[in-house]
Nanobody, 121 residues
Framework: VQLQASGGGLVQAGESLRLSCAAT????????MAWYRQTPGKERELIAD???????KYADSVEGRFIISRDNAKKVVYLQMNSLEPEDTAVYYC????????????????WGRGTQVTVSS
């Protein structure tokens, strides 16, 4: 199982970006999916997550600006980031809780490698 994140880049303040994260490999079911971000010297921060049936939650820092969504058929989670601010500059990571095989005892957490988002003022 792998998570591949994409969509990062360099934008100016006020602009938008959309991140994508696709889960590939042998997968029976994808449970919750989430986006985190991390800046140098700081802990990785949960900014948005979404349940399998599409219920989102957001950190206060991104509420009203970011939108998390998912496509269960494609096993992809998205993060639409609007009104970006320089403070949003970070490496963004996706995380997914995945049930690999139906006979497994439990599901496992997987992480993507991260994609850099830089917002200039």
């Amino acid at each position: 199982v792998q998570l591949q994140a994409s969509g990062g880049g360099l934008v100016q303040a006020g602009e938008s970006l959309r991140l994508s994260c696709a889960a590939t490999g042998e997968i029976f079911s994808v449970n919750f999916m989430a986006w985190y971000r991390q800046t140098p010297g700081k802990e990785r921060e949960l900014i948005a997550d979404i349940t399998r049936d599409g219920r989102p939650k957001y950190a206060d820092s991104v509420e009203g600006r970011f939108i998390i969504s998912r496509d269960n058929a494609k096993k992809v989670v998205y993060l639409q980031m609007n009104s970006l601010e320089p403070e949003d500059t970070a490496v963004y990571y996706c995380r997914a809780n995945i049930w690999v095989r139906p006979e497994d005892d439990r599901s496992e957490d997987y992480w993507g490698r991260g994609t850099q988002v830089t917002v200039s003022s």
